[in-house]
């Protein structure tokens, strides 16, 4: 399987705020990850909104995976995320881990639908999504960006 896309998982709070600060001009984002996690390589990321949602609700151009140690990658990219401080992100979201990747990309656009559960589970094949997220084709991509309606892609 090509691995075209990536699908992550993003809770409702940080799907909110990151959607927030894209509608108030930041172009460049960073979606933060414990320990060193994927996706490596892929050219679109999808992003899952869990908890009551659990729909598909956006999407972007990935750019980079850049793994280091928690310290210095905040350092060097922490603007680029959605936390707010060096304190929510050491202590609220790495929970003493000492590695941190961050999944650099761009062109951050919200669906004007989001795809159900229903309709994505039938595109990617799985009833439920994995909590690593997961890679998909270009074929499954094209039929999300479709169900969300996106028209031109």
Same mark, same amino acid.
């Given at each position: 399987?090509? =691995?075209? #896309?990536?699908?992550?998982? &993003? $809770? !409702?709070?940080?799907? &909110?705020? %990151?959607?927030? =600060? &894209?509608?108030?001009?930041?172009?460049?984002?960073? $979606?933060?990850?414990?320990?060193?996690? *994927?996706?490596?390589?892929?050219?679109?990321?999808?992003?899952?909104?869990? @908890?009551?949602?659990?729909?598909?609700?956006?999407?972007?151009?990935?750019? !980079?995976?850049?793994?280091?140690? #928690?310290?210095?990658?905040?350092?060097? %990219? *922490?603007?680029?995320?959605?936390?707010?401080?060096?304190?929510?992100?050491? &202590?609220?979201?790495?929970?003493?881990?000492?590695?941190?990747?961050?999944?650099?990309?761009?062109?951050? +656009? !919200?669906?004007?639908?989001?795809?159900?559960? !229903?309709?994505?589970?039938?595109?990617? @094949?799985?009833?439920?999504?994995? =909590?690593?997220?997961?890679?998909?084709? +270009?074929?499954? #991509?094209?039929?999300?960006?479709? #169900? *969300?309606?996106?028209?031109? $892609?």
């Amino acid at each position: 399987m090509k =691995q075209y #896309a990536f699908i992550v998982l &993003n $809770f !409702e709070k940080f799907w &909110n705020r %990151l959607c927030s =600060q &894209n509608r108030a001009g930041k172009t460049n984002h960073s $979606f933060v990850r414990r320990g060193v996690m *994927g996706p490596k390589k892929t050219e679109k990321l999808f992003f899952y909104v869990t @908890g009551q949602r659990k729909d598909i609700s956006g999407y972007a151009d990935f750019v !980079e995976r850049v793994t280091d140690d #928690a310290t210095d990658i905040w350092e060097s %990219l *922490g603007h680029e995320s959605l936390l707010k401080s060096y304190a929510e992100y050491n &202590n609220d979201f790495l929970q003493g881990r000492k590695k941190a990747t961050f999944v650099r990309f761009k062109n951050l +656009k !919200e669906f004007p639908k989001p795809v159900k559960m !229903e309709a994505w589970a039938q595109i990617i @094949g799985k009833q439920r999504m994995p =909590q690593g997220g997961m890679y998909i084709t +270009k074929k499954m #991509a094209h039929q999300l960006l479709s #169900a *969300g309606g996106v028209d031109h $892609f």
